[in-house]
């Protein structure tokens, strides 16, 4: 069966290292995005992508970034990793942009920064 | 710009009873919405979602929602809860034919034996 898969599923690091969160996807979607999980502020956009070289800021994107170098992976870097990063990462994809496309959403990333 | 407001972050409710999950929605243009739901440790799950037609909305799990547009709300609702209903629920509103979903802040289910 298809589906999305993130990874690692947790994940400890130090303040100031790079770290990348990986997301990887079988259905050939177009979309694919990266949220963050905040108690209080539920899933806010960090980055999406609408298709291959394809990449954009969402409401929270500074010091994260993505690249889109094929279709079924979406990574999601950061910079020089903060204790304010410290939360859970989720990833997801559509088909397409169409309001009745389901989104797909990844088991979660916990992301601890010390 | 669109948002959405969840009115209540957590609801605890006994076995059995009905529930009722409040969502408001700001947007100055078509809206539609969706309603996700989060088991322990898993990812976004669609419930059910509002496009167009019938403001009453079936879901998945004996879930269904009502689309209020004078009140800008999409209620979830459920008849008479399990302990397997004990998640994370979102409400979200999709921007027409951009595939973002803006989220709200969640409200948490705890259903009681």
């Known amino acids: 069966d298809a589906e999305i898969t993130q990874s690692p599923r947790h994940k400890i690091t130090e303040t100031g290292r790079q770290v990348t969160l990986a997301c990887h996807q079988t259905w050939n979607h177009n979309n694919m995005f990266w949220y963050r999980q905040d108690l209080g502020h539920g899933l806010r956009l960090i980055h999406y992508s609408y298709g291959v070289q394809d990449t954009n800021k969402g409401e929270v994107s500074d010091g994260y970034s993505v690249s889109r170098s094929n279709t079924e992976d979406l990574p999601l870097t950061l910079e020089s990793a903060a204790s304010s990063q410290t939360s859970v990462y989720f990833c997801?994809?559509?088909?397409?942009?169409?309001?009745?496309?389901?989104?797909?959403f990844g088991q979660g990333t916990r992301l601890t920064v010390v | 710009a669109q948002s959405v407001t969840q009115l209540d972050s957590q609801v605890p409710v006994f076995e059995e009873a009905p529930v009722e999950l409040r969502c408001n929605y700001s947007s100055s243009v078509s809206v539609y919405l969706f309603w996700y739901v989060q088991y322990p440790n898993q990812g976004l799950q669609l419930l059910l979602k509002y496009l167009s037609g019938s403001t009453l909305v079936k879901g998945i799990n004996g879930f269904e929602a009502e689309f209020n547009k004078s009140q800008t709300s999409f209620h979830l609702r459920k008849p008479s809860v399990h302990i397997s209903d004990t998640a994370e629920y979102f409400c979200a509103v999709r921007r027409s034919n951009t595939g973002k979903l803006i989220f709200g802040q969640g409200t948490t289910l705890q259903v009681k034996p």
């Open positions: 997801a994809s559509s088909e397409s942009a169409g309001v009745d496309t389901e989104a797909f």
